[in-house]
């Protein structure tokens, strides 16, 4: 079973979408995720600790940690081959976290950001990260709430006009309601570490639109029209809502859990 349509991540172009949504708009109260999970993962100006990151992506995280001023070895891992070229300051691997190609011991952190609700089988990715961490290593692995932009999804289902709901990965598999247990399958400890409460600000309508666009192929064989129909909708009720203020705020929910 594939947790992912292939086209969903053969290239960056659906997550550049999905970043572009953040990157455009702004969190009230202010709020940056890359730094406060670096702060949890006690990356400092000059660390030096060898870094795993697993579903690397485009390499967000490495210009973070670059930013960050790490100074350790870095690996990038991902499964999909029109990623990794896009990763820069980080030693890429094209490899499944549910089988990692290196030996037991090797790493003093592995961050998981975003990632691992897409794995197929998350207890056999726990214990092989787990394993390739020394004995004092961690794992930051970061979700998000089922209350994530609870308002966006409801828009989204309104825009499709049946009894349709918008069933997100994050939300059925690997949430922060439900990743302890998960996790506690590998790791003798698991704290769950929740963001602080913030909204997001939307005043570009063109990036929700791209954002809605980008997770097509998720959901347009559930329902009986077109995804560009649904997106076409959806533009019409965002613009719409938008008019009054010249804004839309989502909640946001999102967190880490760190495992030892």
Known sequence: MAINPPSQYATDGNLV?????WSASRRMPEFDLFSWVLDLARIT???TQ???DVGCGNGAYERALVRRGHRGPRVAVDLSIGMLPLVADAAVVLADVQCLPFLQGCFDLVLAPH???HVLDIEIAAKEIRRVLRPEGFLVAI????SNLQELRALVEASVNTDWRMLRPADQR???EGGAAILSSAFESVVRMDCPISDLVVTDVDALVEYVASVGDHYEDQIDIPWAEVVSRFHDLASAAMS???ELRFSTGAGAFICR
């Open 244 to 246: 009054t203020d010249g």
């Open 115 to 117: 990632m691992l609700y």
């Open 50 to 52: 060898s870094i795993l």
């Open 45 to 47: 100006d000059g660390s």
């Open 174 to 176: 690997f949430s922060m």
């Open 17 to 21: 979408s999905r970043q572009r949504l």
């Open 143 to 146: 979700t998000n709430s089922v």
